[in-house]
Protein backbone atom coordinates (compact mmCIF):
# COMPACT_ATOMS: atom_id res chain seq x y z
CA UNK A 1 0.00 0.00 0.00
CA UNK A 2 1.25 3.25 -0.84
CA UNK A 3 2.31 5.86 1.44
CA UNK A 4 -0.49 8.45 0.94
CA UNK A 5 -3.17 5.15 0.77
CA UNK A 6 -1.79 4.15 4.17
CA UNK A 7 -2.27 7.94 5.83
CA UNK A 8 -5.92 7.73 4.37
CA UNK A 9 -6.45 4.35 5.86
CA UNK A 10 -4.78 5.33 9.45
CA UNK A 11 -7.19 8.98 9.62
CA UNK A 12 -10.47 6.97 8.68
CA UNK A 13 -9.49 3.94 11.28
CA UNK A 14 -8.79 7.51 13.57
CA UNK A 15 -12.08 8.80 13.03
CA UNK A 16 -13.72 5.70 13.67
CA UNK A 17 -12.04 5.32 16.96
CA UNK A 18 -12.98 8.88 17.64
CA UNK A 19 -16.64 8.05 16.86
CA UNK A 20 -17.45 4.87 18.65
CA UNK A 21 -18.58 4.37 22.03
CA UNK A 22 -17.31 1.01 21.67
CA UNK A 23 -14.43 -1.00 19.25
CA UNK A 24 -14.40 -5.12 19.74
CA UNK A 25 -10.81 -6.71 18.87
CA UNK A 26 -11.30 -10.51 17.50
CA UNK A 27 -8.89 -12.69 15.91
CA UNK A 28 -11.18 -14.27 13.00
CA UNK A 29 -8.47 -17.28 11.97
CA UNK A 30 -10.15 -20.01 10.92
CA UNK A 31 -13.52 -18.91 9.99
CA UNK A 32 -14.77 -19.87 6.29
CA UNK A 33 -16.03 -16.96 4.21
CA UNK A 34 -19.62 -18.76 4.19
CA UNK A 35 -19.38 -17.60 8.38
CA UNK A 36 -17.73 -14.37 7.74
CA UNK A 37 -20.09 -13.30 5.46
CA UNK A 38 -22.90 -14.36 8.10
CA UNK A 39 -21.18 -12.09 10.69
CA UNK A 40 -20.70 -9.35 9.09
CA UNK A 41 -24.53 -9.49 8.06
CA UNK A 42 -25.40 -9.58 11.48
CA UNK A 43 -23.35 -6.89 12.59
CA UNK A 44 -24.38 -4.59 9.72
CA UNK A 45 -28.04 -5.04 10.39
CA UNK A 46 -27.14 -3.90 14.19
CA UNK A 47 -25.53 -0.83 13.14
CA UNK A 48 -21.83 -2.39 13.95
CA UNK A 49 -19.04 -1.51 10.85
CA UNK A 50 -16.84 -4.84 10.96
CA UNK A 51 -13.66 -4.48 9.30
CA UNK A 52 -10.60 -5.44 9.02
CA UNK A 53 -7.26 -3.66 9.16
CA UNK A 54 -3.66 -4.30 9.53
CA UNK A 55 -1.99 -4.11 12.89
CA UNK A 56 0.44 -1.11 12.57
CA UNK A 57 -2.37 0.93 10.64
CA UNK A 58 -4.77 0.33 13.84
CA UNK A 59 -1.50 0.64 16.47
CA UNK A 60 -1.00 4.41 14.45
CA UNK A 61 -4.66 5.44 13.96
CA UNK A 62 -5.19 4.66 18.25
CA UNK A 63 -2.23 6.87 18.95
CA UNK A 64 -3.78 9.39 16.87
CA UNK A 65 -6.93 8.92 18.60
CA UNK A 66 -5.22 9.48 21.96
CA UNK A 67 -6.11 5.32 22.66
CA UNK A 68 -3.11 4.25 24.87
CA UNK A 69 -2.69 0.34 25.44
CA UNK A 70 -4.06 -0.73 22.20
CA UNK A 71 -0.69 -2.88 21.09
CA UNK A 72 -1.17 -5.68 23.48
CA UNK A 73 -4.01 -7.06 21.61
CA UNK A 74 -2.86 -6.37 18.31
CA UNK A 75 -1.28 -9.80 17.22
CA UNK A 76 -2.50 -12.04 14.60
CA UNK A 77 -5.34 -11.36 12.31
CA UNK A 78 -7.83 -8.83 13.83
CA UNK A 79 -11.18 -7.63 13.29
CA UNK A 80 -12.62 -4.54 14.45
CA UNK A 81 -16.10 -4.34 15.18
CA UNK A 82 -17.14 -0.30 15.37
CA UNK A 83 -20.45 -0.13 17.94
CA UNK A 84 -21.32 3.97 16.83
CA UNK A 85 -25.03 3.84 17.91
CA UNK A 86 -24.79 1.12 20.79
CA UNK A 87 -22.11 0.08 23.44
CA UNK A 88 -23.43 -3.11 24.22
CA UNK A 89 -24.31 -4.58 20.68
CA UNK A 90 -20.72 -5.43 19.05
CA UNK A 91 -19.78 -7.42 22.13
CA UNK A 92 -23.27 -9.08 22.34
CA UNK A 93 -23.16 -10.36 19.06
CA UNK A 94 -19.31 -10.84 18.35
CA UNK A 95 -19.55 -12.82 22.24
CA UNK A 96 -22.92 -14.88 20.60
CA UNK A 97 -21.57 -15.58 17.32
CA UNK A 98 -18.20 -16.92 19.23
CA UNK A 99 -20.03 -19.42 21.25
CA UNK A 100 -21.48 -21.34 18.02
CA UNK A 101 -17.74 -20.87 15.94
CA UNK A 102 -15.29 -21.39 18.35
CA UNK A 103 -12.59 -20.47 16.01
CA UNK A 104 -14.30 -16.81 16.56
CA UNK A 105 -11.60 -15.60 19.52
CA UNK A 106 -12.33 -12.18 21.05
CA UNK A 107 -9.32 -10.35 22.56
CA UNK A 108 -10.59 -6.94 23.94
CA UNK A 109 -11.53 -3.79 23.18
CA UNK A 110 -11.92 0.25 23.61
CA UNK A 111 -14.82 1.82 25.50
CA UNK A 112 -15.31 4.92 25.42
CA UNK A 113 -11.54 6.07 24.60
CA UNK A 114 -10.22 3.48 27.41
CA UNK A 115 -8.65 -0.37 26.56
CA UNK A 116 -10.65 -3.06 28.15
CA UNK A 117 -9.46 -6.96 28.36
CA UNK A 118 -11.31 -9.97 27.64
CA UNK A 119 -13.25 -9.97 30.97
CA UNK A 120 -14.71 -6.47 30.89
CA UNK A 121 -16.00 -7.36 26.71
CA UNK A 122 -18.02 -10.42 28.34
CA UNK A 123 -19.39 -8.44 30.83
CA UNK A 124 -20.02 -5.90 28.72
CA UNK A 125 -21.94 -8.70 26.07
CA UNK A 126 -24.07 -9.55 29.16
CA UNK A 127 -25.38 -6.56 29.76
CA UNK A 128 -28.83 -5.84 28.89
CA UNK A 129 -29.60 -3.76 25.20
CA UNK A 130 -30.54 -0.49 25.11
CA UNK A 131 -34.26 -0.47 24.43
CA UNK A 132 -34.27 -3.41 27.63
CA UNK A 133 -32.75 -0.77 30.00
CA UNK A 134 -35.04 2.16 28.47
CA UNK A 135 -38.07 -0.30 29.10
CA UNK A 136 -36.77 -1.22 32.86
CA UNK A 137 -36.16 2.66 33.33
CA UNK A 138 -39.69 3.51 32.24
CA UNK A 139 -40.84 0.62 33.89
CA UNK A 140 -39.00 1.93 37.19
CA UNK A 141 -40.65 5.71 36.68
CA UNK A 142 -44.29 4.56 36.28
CA UNK A 143 -44.22 2.07 39.78
CA UNK A 144 -44.20 5.13 41.90
CA UNK A 145 -47.43 6.79 40.01
CA UNK A 146 -49.29 3.29 39.88
CA UNK A 147 -48.89 3.09 43.44
CA UNK A 148 -49.95 6.83 44.04
CA UNK A 149 -52.97 5.88 41.61
CA UNK A 150 -53.53 3.08 43.48
CA UNK A 151 -53.82 4.85 46.96
CA UNK A 152 -55.64 7.48 45.85
CA UNK A 153 -58.32 5.24 44.57
CA UNK A 154 -58.57 3.90 47.37
CA UNK A 155 -61.21 5.49 49.46
CA UNK A 156 -63.55 5.68 46.09
CA UNK A 157 -63.39 2.41 46.02
CA UNK A 158 -64.54 1.76 49.77
CA UNK A 159 -67.22 4.31 49.24
CA UNK A 160 -68.60 2.39 45.91
CA UNK A 161 -68.54 -0.74 48.39
CA UNK A 162 -70.49 1.30 51.11
CA UNK A 163 -72.97 2.89 48.62
CA UNK A 164 -73.88 -0.75 47.29
CA UNK A 165 -74.14 -2.18 50.59
CA UNK A 166 -76.44 0.40 51.92
CA UNK A 167 -78.14 -0.40 48.37
CA UNK A 168 -78.36 -4.26 48.81
CA UNK A 169 -79.60 -3.43 52.46
CA UNK A 170 -82.31 -1.14 51.20
CA UNK A 171 -83.16 -3.59 48.57
CA UNK A 172 -83.58 -6.76 50.68
CA UNK A 173 -86.08 -4.62 53.67
Known sequence: MARPEKEAKV????QKFTMA?????????GLNVM????????????????????NTLTSRAAKAANIDG???LLSGPTALAFGIEDVVVPAK?????????KK?????GV?????????AVNELANLPSREALLGQLAGMLQAPIRGLVTVLSGPLRNLTYAVEAVRK???EA
Open 93 to 101: ILAEFAKDH
Open 35 to 54: EVTELRKKLREAGVEYRVVK
Open 111 to 119: LEGKVIDLA
Open 11 to 14: SEVQ
Open 104 to 108: LELKG
Open 169 to 171: QKA
Open 70 to 72: LDQ
Open 21 to 29: KSVILADYR
